[in-house]
């Protein structure tokens, strides 16, 4: 298996840490003048997503995780898994809700997603920045109300519930930025 | 496209020439030599934590080759003038420390070192302050043990904690750290060090002065009997950043002999290559070092600080992955 050292550690790098894939966000060299040498990492655990800091001793070595990050289509979620295509080759992956994660509140199908492979399989799933979704439930919208202010909360097709200004009704469909979880405006229709 | 630009702005440039204006102004106005000595030596670094480059000489007097080494500091050379009867000097240089790159460090450096015989440790510390003050202008220095240090922080007494309470005091502030340290004691209170204490070092501009450091840690300082003996060794902070060495030098040759033997010996232990020791500095101080002490300061460190810059790359020219 191939390894890293600390002289290899950089943003973006995949290492294996205490059994899990890992990516490394930030990497700092600390060393006093007369002394021993210290890398200071911040590491995100990509099973859990869990950011946690790690020192190592300059000159030691991590296992590289065989972690890829692939464009794929997700299909369709059949009770049991979630089933994504690579567009090119038509491969198709599974992957257990625990993988998919919080990305599942925002798929209805289509969407083009980043599946994260790990040892070929799927560890997790980022839904794309943007999605466009039916408001199946919420109070009824009052019009000319555009003010933004206050405000209520919205049920989309997929189950998610967004917060949404006052003027928005049933079967309005809406703009989500699914990095903050956060209403944007009404689709262009 | 191939990046050919300065990372420094044309200003800092200008800076780091007065900067260096005013450093010789200061020595010419207090008597103090400036002197060059060679970059390239048969002898590298001892030192475990120093890694030497090296490079090949080939010609008269060396027609099948000869490893040469880049120096980390002009220490030894330096030290040889001032046996030689050189009085009070200083060098203005360039430094080259292998497997070091970072936010402050660049594996070639400007170095200021200067040599004070007849000042104890303590006066040099003072001059220090004095070149800061006027370079920098900085509020006059504060001045605390290492000891004190740890003690404040950590709680710590750091010239006799055993390696279990360093590494339990590492475990209780969230510090983790890769098994490897072992059963290296320094390894641990460096750890401490760099990830706990010094960044409190030197807030608000205002230099720290972090003095009698464990005997572990001499280096190249004189130790000072007691309880607990302590090596006559002082740092320079400023915003946290580490920016003098200095020491109360040893002058005794057999001691200086016995430390370079312990040095190879853990060079060993940890697989590094193996380094010759200076025999032309023992030679040196077997001849007879006049009582001094000297101090190495980070010239690029001090025009960071004086710019306000966050990293090194802002006050050099071309940095090492512009070299």
């Known amino acids: ?16 840490l205490d059994g899990d894939p890992c990516a490394i966000i930030e990497n700092e060299f600390v060393k006093p003048g007369k002394g021993q040498a210290f890398n200071r990492v911040k590491i995100r655990n990509l099973k859990t997503g869990r950011v946690i800091e790690r020192t190592f001793k300059s000159g030691e070595n991590l296992e590289a995780a065989d972690v890829v990050d692939t464009d794929m289509q997700f299909l369709y979620n059949d009770g049991e898994f979630f089933h994504f295509m690579v567009p090119d080759t038509y491969e198709q992956f599974a992957s257990s809700p625990a993988n998919v994660g919080d990305a599942a ?18 560890l997790a799933v980022t839904p794309p920045n943007f999605v466009e979704l039916t408001v199946t439930d919420t109070d009824p919208g009052v019009r000319g109300d555009t003010s933004g202010g206050g405000g209520k909360p919205a049920t989309l097709e997929t189950g998610a519930v967004v917060r949404v200004p006052l003027f928005i009704d049933i079967g309005d469909v809406l703009k989500v930025d699914t990095r903050t979880g956060e209403y944007v405006s009404r689709a262009k229709t | 496209m191939t990046e050919w630009r300065p990372s420094a702005g044309l200003e800092a440039l200008r ?30 670094a001892t030192d475990p934590h120093l890694d030497s480059f090296c490079t090949r000489y080939t010609g008269p007097g060396a027609a099948a080759g000869r490893a040469m080494y880049l120096q980390t500091s002009p220490e030894f050379a330096m030290k040889r003038l001032l046996a030689a009867g050189s009085g009070p000097i200083y060098q203005i240089c360039k430094a080259f420390r292998n497997n070091e790159a970072g936010r402050y460090h660049n594996p070639e450096f400007t170095m200021l070192e200067w040599y004070r015989p007849g000042f104890d440790y303590r006066s040099l510390m003072v001059e220090v302050d004095d070149l800061l003050r006027g370079v920098l202008n900085t509020p006059p220095a504060t001045l605390s043990s290492y000891a004190a240090l740890f003690a404040h922080h950590l709680q710590i007494e750091p010239h006799s904690a055993s390696i279990a309470r360093l590494r339990d005091c590492a475990a209780d502030h969230g510090i983790q750290v890769s098994a490897s340290l072992g059963e290296d004691r320094d390894g ?6 760099s990830h706990l204490i010094e960044l409190h070092l030197g807030g608000g501009g205002r230099p720290q002065i972090v003095c009698d450091y464990p005997v572990s840690q001499a280096m190249l300082a004189r130790v000072r009997p007691g309880e607990p003996a302590v090596a006559e060794r002082f740092e320079v902070y400023i915003d946290g950043v580490e920016l003098a060495n200095g020491f109360q030098e040893l002058q005794d040759s057999a001691e200086q002999r016995r430390r370079f033997e312990e040095n190879c010996r853990l060079r060993r232990m940890g697989s590094m290559p193996e380094m010759s020791m200076d025999e032309r500095l023992l030679a040196a101080l077997a001849h007879g070092l ?10 690029d460190r001090l025009l960071m600080l004086k710019l306000g810059a966050g990293e090194l790359r802002e006050v050099l020219a071309f940095p090492f992955d512009r070299a």
């Open chain 2, 290 to 299: 006049p009582a001094c002490s000297g101090v190495a300061v980070g010239l």
């Open chain 1, 105 to 122: 509140k925002w798929l209805k199908g289509q969407e083009m997603c980043v599946v994260t492979l790990w040892n070929g399989q799927p």
């Open chain 2, 15 to 44: 800076r780091r020439a007065e900067l260096l204006g005013a450093i010789r102004t200061f020595f010419a106005e207090r008597g103090v030599l400036e002197v060059e000595t060679p970059v390239l030596s048969v002898y590298g």
């Open chain 2, 188 to 193: 641990w209170l460096t750890l401490l060090w």
């Open chain 1, 1 to 16: 298996m191939a390894t890293f050292s600390t002289n290899e550690f950089k943003s973006g790098l995949k290492v294996m």
